[in-house]
Structure formats: C-alpha cells, structure tokens
C-alpha cells in the first residue's frame, strides 16, 4: 500500500526535480529557486529556499554524504550549495554558455556530470571543482544523465531518443539508437552490481521518454571491453509521456511519473505494476526514493510535492521487497547453518562445508592444510591463491575467486540489513567510508585494503580511480538507529 502522507506547497511555478538525501529533500522549480526540507518531519529549512539561479532550475541532485546540492539551471551554470549553511561553495559555467538540463554526481562524489540544451557534455573534478573533460551530441539536447554504481561509467540520454554509454575519459562506448521515440526524458542505473551467468559485471538501468514508456534495460561489461545492452521490461503503466523515472535504494522498486497526471509504482526485477497514484492535477515531472526510508516524492507542473510512504512493513533501510532470509545468491538454495554467521565469523570448519556446497572439493585439502577460516577467506585474491596457496590451476583459482565475490555479495540471513555490512569483513560497519567503486566500507578495512593490495576494489575488482575515502554520514545514522532498535 501506497500512502499520501503531505503535500509541499513552497514553489510558485512547476516543479522541475525531486531529489534525497539520508537526512534531506530538495526540490528545484521554474521559478528559479531550490527548496530544501529536513526528510524526518518535512519542515523547511532556515536557509531554504535557495536563490543564486537567474532562470528556471532544471535539476538537482545531492552529493554521496548529503553535504552538498548541485543545482543546474538555463542561466547556464551549475551552482554547488553547502547543506550546513546554505551557501553557494562553487558556480561551474557550462562550456558554450549553454542552458543545462541535467546534472548527475558519482556515488562517490569525484565527479559531476552535466549536459547542456546544445548537446554539450561536461565533466568535472568535484574535488577541485574544475572542469575534466567535455563531448557532446550533435544536434540534440541532453536532458538525462545517470552514472553506472561502480562510478566507472555514465550514461546520457538525449531528445532525439539516444542513450549513449561514456567512460570517464569522454571516449563513446556504446549507443542504443531509438530508445525512446521522439526523445529520452530521463534514465537511472539501480544502485546494485550484478553479475550475469558468464562472470561479467552488468547494471540495471531504467529509462523513460516521449513514447510513454518505461524501459529497463540490462548493461553488460563484457571481457573483451565491449559493451552490451539488452532490453529486459517494457512498461506501459502510463498512457501519455513518460517525464521521470528513479530506482528504489535496494533496486526492487521503480516509480515513474507521467504528462498522464499519475504516478506509477513497480516491482523492478519483473517489471510488474504494483500502484498507480492520482493525486496531482497537473503533469508529474519528477520522483524520488529516499535512501533511508520507505519514501517516495513526486513533483508537479502544479507546483507541488506529494510525499509518499509506501507501507509494505519494509522499515527504514529501504528495503521494500526483501526476499526471504534463507535464500543464498547461489542458485536459490536454501542456507546452511553456517550460513547464519557473519562470514568473518566462520570456523576453518565453516570454510570447509562451503567450499563442498560450491563444488569446489578439490581444494579443500589445500584450504585444511593452510587453516583458512572465514576472516581469512575474505581476503584471498588471485594471486595469493597461486604465491600463497600454490593452486596452479588458472582456471579453479578463476572459479574459487567467482565464489568468493558471490559470497561477498550474499544477503547474511540473521535478520541485520546486508546494506549495513562491511563487504570485506562482513560485519556491521561503525565507521562507514564511501570508496571510489561507489561501495561503503569500513574505514579500517578498506584503508587496510588499499595499503596490501593492488588499489582495485573489492567489489568489482576495477581499478579505483582515487584512495579518496568520503565518510557516509547519513549510512552511519541508519546503523545507529537499526542497532537501538535491535
């Protein structure tokens, strides 16, 4: 069930954009300003609303911790906001004095993406607040961009139809023609890393546009560098344009909004309508999830914000269809007892039985002899396999490391959220880091994986761009809210 639970009536014109962070709710308009609410309760903030913009704010978005708004706007710049005093940090001026449409950051914050009414393409350095590369589209506008979770990649989408691939180079990776006849509106990547039965990395992407159709596409990194994009869903839930669309925090929820005045409500995985919402008079131009709670927002061209709660028992870790427990990544099959234990937590003898449920008998005699228990198994990598180990099979070094990485990403069913487990150690994290892979950690881990490895992540085993680490405020705060509930 699908709730109404208040309506905001700060803007004086549309509402162009709707975006969350852990602890706020931010909303930009035709009417130059940005409006900025605290997520718990809805109230204003003192310092809102933000006025810096001389024409109509096209978009906005916060950074990874929540500590900054980037606002983009026909004046043709992007304004970067402080969330603690209010105040403008930087004006980014888009190349050509262009009026930009969208604007995006990296999960980690390293980088803003912004794309310009004249196809211009511009690419900063957060850090410095200089600009790193630009490209462009001909003939066209950009007015939907979105980067990959690895942060690796990004995504644009124009009105001539095209969703156009990019690395962070600017080099051109991948077009997919006619995505959306007469033109894009909007595109997101789900927060998660998949992979496909190969062993290749994929992300799940939604896109939507003029046609009145919602897509979900799967994007594949394949081994030869070459990239692959597959339709998965087509939704027609909507019977007019389609103007935005956003990813739940966990990936299993997909909301839309449309010229139609509703608002549509999905299960992701299988594209399946749950709710249609009718509330608004006018078009639904903009929609968010919040991060941290059972929350949606939707803005109109009637100059409100609708928040939503979606009440499926979910709780605050925005997980909305979580499935059950007991089921591993690994097939569907039900969990073992040691399953039910942090993996850092296994015994040698833990180790053992798993590595006989993965098929893998023929190195655990190897395993015995070496005494790998859990922590320890977490930080085996290709190479201390065969320096360390001495298993001179490339490919069963290739298929344990396989296993090891679907471990990693394995739900752990004692009922803790797996989004608040360190990936490396696999335990509640207390002092969480976002890294440059887009993935948090805990600080003492990951530095102490940075300082003995090879400076790749441990998720997706790319290289990182930066040993930048960004303390993530608002992930600290839902741990420590779970952990006074347990």
């Given at each position: ?74 004046d ?14 930087a ?29 211009t ?30 942060g ?17 180079n ?9 995505a ?57 839930g ?11 925090a ?18 992701a ?86 590595l006989?449920?993965?098929g ?9 002899s ?32 396989k ?54 992540s ?11 680490l ?17």
């Amino acid at each position: 069930m699908v709730s109404l639970i208040c309506t905001l009536q700060s803007h004086r014109d549309d509402v162009n954009c709707c975006a969350f962070s852990g602890a706020l709710l931010a909303t930009c308009s035709a009417d130059k300003s940005i409006c900025v609410y605290s997520s718990r309760d809805f109230s204003e903030l003192p310092f809102s609303p933000l006025s810096g913009h001389g024409y109509g704010v096209h978009c906005c978005c916060f950074s990874a911790c929540g500590q900054y708004l980037a606002s983009c706007s026909t004046d043709a710049t992007t304004v970067v906001w402080s969330m603690d005093t209010g105040e403008i940090e930087a004006v980014l001026e888009h190349p050509g004095r262009s009026p930009v449409r969208v604007c995006a950051f990296s999960p980690d914050s390293s980088f803003l993406v912004s794309g310009g009414s004249d196809g211009t393409i511009a690419l900063w350095d957060f850090t410095s607040r200089t600009l790193r590369r630009t490209g462009a589209v001909t003939d066209t506008s950009i007015v939907a961009c979105s980067f990959t979770p690895c942060g690796q990649l990004f995504i644009t989408g124009s009105t001539y139809g095209d969703l156009r691939l990019w690395d962070l180079n600017m080099n051109h990776l991948h077009v997919e023609k006619n995505a959306h006849d007469l033109g894009v509106s909007c595109c997101q990547f789900a927060p998660q890393i998949m992979k496909g039965t190969d062993g290749c990395f994929q992300f799940r992407l939604a896109s939507c546009g003029q046609d009145s159709l919602v897509k979900i596409w799967i994007v594949s990194l394949l081994s030869a560098a070459g990239i692959k994009m597959q339709l998965a869903h087509t939704l027609t839930g909507q019977s007019a344009p389609v103007l935005s669309c956003a990813y739940s925090a966990d990936g299993q929820m997909l909301v839309s909004g449309s010229v139609d005045k509703t608002v549509t409500v999905y299960q992701a995985n299988e594209g399946v309508l749950l709710y249609t919402l009718n509330q608004h008079d006018r078009y639904v131009t903009a929609c968010a999830f919040s991060p941290t709670a059972p929350l949606i927002a939707t803005g109109s061209m009637d100059k409100t914000v609708n928040i939503w709660r979606v009440e499926d028992g979910s709780g605050a870790r925005g997980g909305f269809l979580d499935e059950a427990a007991s089921v591993s990544s690994s097939g569907g099959r039900k969990s073992s007892g040691h399953s039910r234990l942090m993996v850092s937590e296994w015994s040698e003898e833990d180790v053992l039985a798993w590595l006989r449920e993965e098929g893998l008998e023929a190195v655990i005699d190897v395993f015995k002899s070496n005494n790998i228990d859990g922590e320890e198994l977490l930080i085996l990598t290709k190479e201390t396999l065969s320096s360390e180990l001495h298993i001179e099979s490339l490919g069963m070094r290739s298929k344990v490391m396989k296993k090891i990485e679907e471990l990693k990403m394995a739900p752990v069913s004692n009922g803790t959220p797996d989004e608040y487990l360190c990936p490396i150690t696999r335990e509640v994290m207390k002092d969480p880091v976002i890294a440059a892979d887009g993935y948090s950690y805990e600080r003492e881990a990951i530095e102490s994986w940075i300082n003995t490895k090879s400076r790749t992540s441990p998720m997706t085993n790319l290289p990182l761009q930066t040993t930048l680490l960004t303390p993530n405020r608002t992930l600290k705060m839902a741990i420590l809210r779970w952990t006074t509930c347990q």
